[in-house]
């Protein structure tokens, strides 16, 4: 007997002195209280209508883009971790396979470039395509993992590796790539065994490399902490200049069709740490900068009030030349991300879109430079669908429409045809294509496993509910099938990370919500109704909503929607109030730990994934400058918005779950919080991947974790 057994023995028969027989009877007693309770999970347990596998063996579509000729379109897709490039060429558009990459070991493929025949790809193998810090090894190969860059014919064949390193960017000759390597631009031939050599040295850290149409040139952003220029090298005379500079923060360098010019974004130089709202700041600007003296002048210039804060669209630049010189951009002034252009003659800015309360969200331009292609949220605020326009603004209309969710629009070279990736209620994220006025078909149907349950899950009902503090709010609910219209069932608040984010009515479009889906998809089959939560400072629903009032580290006024939620469930009649949790990763997990610790009466188990537990630790992983000793009331109101300063009222169980390889998580915050709560006494389970970033790179872990929380909350809430 271990001494937590002796201690609950004690503790059960009121005396500290007892002898063995009594000890022995009273363990007896205990292990057949054991095995009812083990028994009564076990029959209380709902049958599976089908398991977390089959649902996360839905592949994943990203990265999608459009040859420069020939109409040919490509993608990445995730099969269960292996990660492959795929292309579909004019004019049958029959996907297949280019790559073939077979492990679930954590490395993904991403920036892909064409190159300008439209023959082959570039593409880069591996590495932190979000903190862009050193190579994560999640699968712990003892061999270690590098970031290479490789290409690809589309013809078929091996592919081959160019250079270790990142963003690279093909010369319009087609001849070289010039990349990324810690910084520092370099360059590579394309024909067999070439030699990667170093293009330059220069101050700074390098970033976005734009070559001129010509070739003989290469913009980039020399990023400088406190500001950053436009950086210009030519080859010619192989000179460095910088364009326009000044003490503010340039970036986005789009060239003109002849070369003789780069427009670039500005914001005001700021040395102040905001991490609370930001509905307004010092307006940005458009430059406009000739090649031939540097020096540059203001095109456009955002108004006080709203959208003089940048805010930025999904897109390859912020900025882009469309046909007439005009150059599109994303702008708030409505206080909706809406789309608008502006001639390099100068003059006012045209709207691209009419004046309502949606936004934007993907952007891409037409090879040709005369259509502008975007999702957004028009019409439909809970999905996405696709739209066009000119960059003149005259003839915007739609190009999807319906129950579905479509994104990340490309139109193919020969403008015959709009490529997207699309998604429903049922049906995971896949690359499609719309030729013509015709209808949205897949590139690649038998990518999905034929045991994929499609047709078992249920569509998901858009609810808007009041928070504690009456402000609407979204939610899409997800209700179990079967079982009397009477009976009571438990329940569970998803809340998804960002907070920059929206969950939609279906699939998601990015990777780490498509599997949220899949578990909201999975609880709703074993009987639980749940509730996503599109919490105030999230995207979507305009920019008071996203910079509310006091969200985050300076109030945590999102607590208000995660109480909202809660009695929004527990006033339904199919809802057992006793039996509702919390689930959610990254900011979700913080807002699960804000409930658990804040309202542990209402909310009976949370499960947390690398949550934020004190802000003040988690603010100087993206701000090194930032000293809460230095900011005493800053510090104060971040320490008192975050769960760790109500572990006082924390009771519910909890299971937390983090890799130990987190990049925009520190693991300290579930180590920290992991000895406040046995301080506590509150009873939590760990899960813990050795390895493993923020979004886990591995299939295997995602289903390990997602068996681990579905078992939790099966056991605390039934």
Not at 510 to 520: D, V
Not at 635 to 656: C, E, H, N, Q
Request: charged share 20%.
């Amino acid at each position: 007997m271990n001494s937590r057994d002796l201690a609950y023995t004690n503790w059960q028969l009121g005396t500290r002195d007892v002898d063995p027989a009594a000890i022995s009877k009273a363990m007896n007693h205990r292990i057949l209280l054991a095995c009812s309770f083990v028994c009564a999970a076990a029959a209380a347990a709902p049958a599976e209508k089908f398991t977390l596998a089959q649902l996360l063996s839905a592949p994943f579509a990203s990265e999608l883009s459009a040859a420069p000729k020939g109409g040919a379109v490509a993608w990445v897709l995730n099969q269960n971790g292996a990660r492959n490039l795929w292309v579909a060429e004019a004019t049958d558009y029959k996907g297949r396979q280019l790559t073939n990459y077979r492990d679930d070991d954590g490395r993904e493929i991403a920036q892909t470039a064409w190159t300008p025949d439209g023959r082959s790809i570039v593409y880069v193998l591996g590495g932190d395509f979000d903190m862009f810090r050193e190579t994560p090894n999640p699968a712990s190969l003892p061999q270690g993992v590098e970031q290479d860059i490789w290409i690809v014919p589309i013809s078929g064949g091996a592919p081959r590796q160019l250079a270790e390193g990142n963003q690279p960017a093909v010369s319009p000759q087609g001849d070289r790539i010039a990349f990324l390597r810690k910084g520092e631009v370099w360059t590579v031939g394309l024909e067999a065994n070439a030699k990667p050599s170093q293009l330059f040295h220069a101050r700074g850290k390098a970033d976005s490399l734009r070559w001129s149409p010509d070739g003989s040139r290469i913009a980039f952003v020399s990023e400088r902490t406190d500001h950053a220029f436009i950086g210009v090298y030519t080859f010619g005379t192989k000179s460095l200049q910088y364009l326009d500079p000044s003490v503010d923060s340039d970036s986005n360098p789009v060239w003109s069709s002849d070369g003789k010019q780069v427009a670039f974004l500005r914001l005001a130089a700021s040395v102040t740490h905001v991490f609370g709202p930001r509905r307004t700041a010092q307006p940005w600007s458009i430059r406009l900068a000739d090649m031939e003296s540097g020096i540059g002048r203001q095109l456009f210039q955002a108004t006080e009030g709203p959208g003089s804060a940048f805010h930025p669209m999904v897109a390859e630049s912020q900025l882009l030349w469309g046909a007439g010189d005009r150059i599109v951009f994303p702008w708030e002034r409505t206080g909706w991300l809406h789309l608008y252009s502006v001639s390099t003659q100068g003059g006012s800015p045209t709207p691209l879109n009419p004046n309502s309360e949606f936004e934007i969200e993907h952007v891409s331009l037409s090879a040709d430079g005369n259509s502008v292609l975007f999702s957004s949220n028009q019409d439909d605020i809970d999905r996405r669908h696709l739209w066009r326009v000119a960059p003149s603004g005259k003839g915007l209309a739609p190009i999807t429409a319906g129950e579905g969710i479509e994104w990340s629009p490309v139109q193919t070279s020969d403008g015959k045809a709009v490529a997207m990736l699309h998604s429903d209620a049922r049906n995971p994220a896949r690359a499609g294509i719309k030729l013509g006025h015709g209808e949205v078909r897949d590139l690649a149907p038998n990518a999905i496993p034929a045991a994929f349950p499609a047709a078992q899950l249920v569509a998901p009902q858009q609810v808007i509910f009041p928070a504690a503090d009456g402000l609407p709010i979204h939610g899409q609910l997800f209700l179990p099938t079967g079982g009397g219209a009477a009976e009571k069932h438990p329940a569970v608040l998803f809340f998804h990370g960002g907070s920059r984010r929206q969950m939609l009515l279906g699939w998601h479009y990015r990777e780490y919500y498509h599997n949220a889906y899949a578990l909201n998809q999975y609880l709703a089959s074993l009987g639980y109704v749940v509730l996503s939560v599109n919490y105030r400072s999230g995207i979507g629903y305009g920019l008071n909503f996203r910079e509310a009032l006091n969200y985050g580290p300076s109030g945590a006024s999102e607590f208000n929607d995660v109480l909202g939620a809660g009695l929004y469930l527990r006033g339904r009649p199919d809802v057992n109030p006793a039996r509702i949790g919390l689930w959610g990763g990254s900011y979700g997990g913080y807002l699960t730990a804000l409930g658990l610790s804040r309202a542990s009466d209402l909310f009976a188990a949370g499960v947390d994934f690398h949550g934020v537990h004190d802000w003040n630790n988690v603010i100087r992983n993206f701000e090194s400058d930032y000293d809460p000793g230095k900011e005493a009331s800053a510090a104060r109101v971040a320490y008192d918005s975050s769960p760790m300063a109500s572990i006082g009222t924390w009771r519910s169980p909890v299971l937390l779950i983090h890799g130990d390889d987190d990049r925009n998580v520190p693991f300290h915050e579930s180590v920290m919080l992991a000895e406040a709560l046995r301080k506590q006494g509150v009873q939590f389970e760990e899960l813990i991947f050795p390895d493993e970033v923020h979004g886990f790179l591995t299939t295997r872990r995602w289903l390990q974790a997602y068996r681990a929380a579905a078992d939790f909350l099966n056991q605390n809430l039934r």
